[in-house]
């Protein structure tokens, strides 16, 4: 039978538990559209585990007979985002004991993993640095690292780390250079800075783009 976790919420706004009235309220549940506190949902008890420590965490929530998710509301993202978990403080001090005795072994672990993805990383930068390169044959050497290293970082969402970037695209490694000579070749960043809306200035400063791929390109 799959587990449903109570959902705990931190209010943005002060918020009093529709039951025994007390209040402010740090974090509560919500039943039938009103605020009602820990103590009077039966979760008064637990303790709160803040998100962060993968291993802690699945250990206390399985450790743990009774758990809560606790959300808060990001207001600029529009949705609710975790923050960590309820739970029993029992299953805490358990699960903490656990992750000291093996935290060496996690701590090797974790050093082969990050090795191996920078190594990954690594690739994928020689990749678009290599396709730059036959795409843009005249492009300065270190140009072609620069743009390859920037479009490829991690966690940046940028270019590189897109699944088109990734498959060395033609028109995705074209727009990382495009970018990179946009905001290091011409005006553009002071444009912005001008307060020149984006699109104006992207025209403004198109036709230099051209000219250094043109004489980047082959012939």
Known sequence: MDLVAPVVVEPLKRRRCSECHQGPLERMIVEFNAPVCLDCADLGHLV????G???LTRRAREASTLW????????????YERQGLLVEEAALAR???ACLADSEARARR????????AAR????????????LRLFPRCPLDRAAEIAAHASTKGSGRVGRTAAGRALDRG????AVRAAVRHVDTEYDSLLMRGVPRHQ???RVAPAIETVLRAWRPG
């Open 48 to 51: 709160f585990l803040r998100r």
């Open 53 to 55: 420590d993968t291993a």
């Open 68 to 79: 809560a998710v606790v959300v808060r509301h990001n207001r600029r993202r529009t949705r």
């Open 95 to 97: 699960a903490e004991a």
């Open 110 to 117: 974790r050093t082969r993993d990050a090795a191996r993805r």
């Open 121 to 132: 990383d690594a690739e994928v930068t020689a990749a678009l640095e290599a396709e730059i």
């Open 172 to 175: 995705a490694v074209t727009a």
């Open 201 to 203: 200035a992207r025209t």
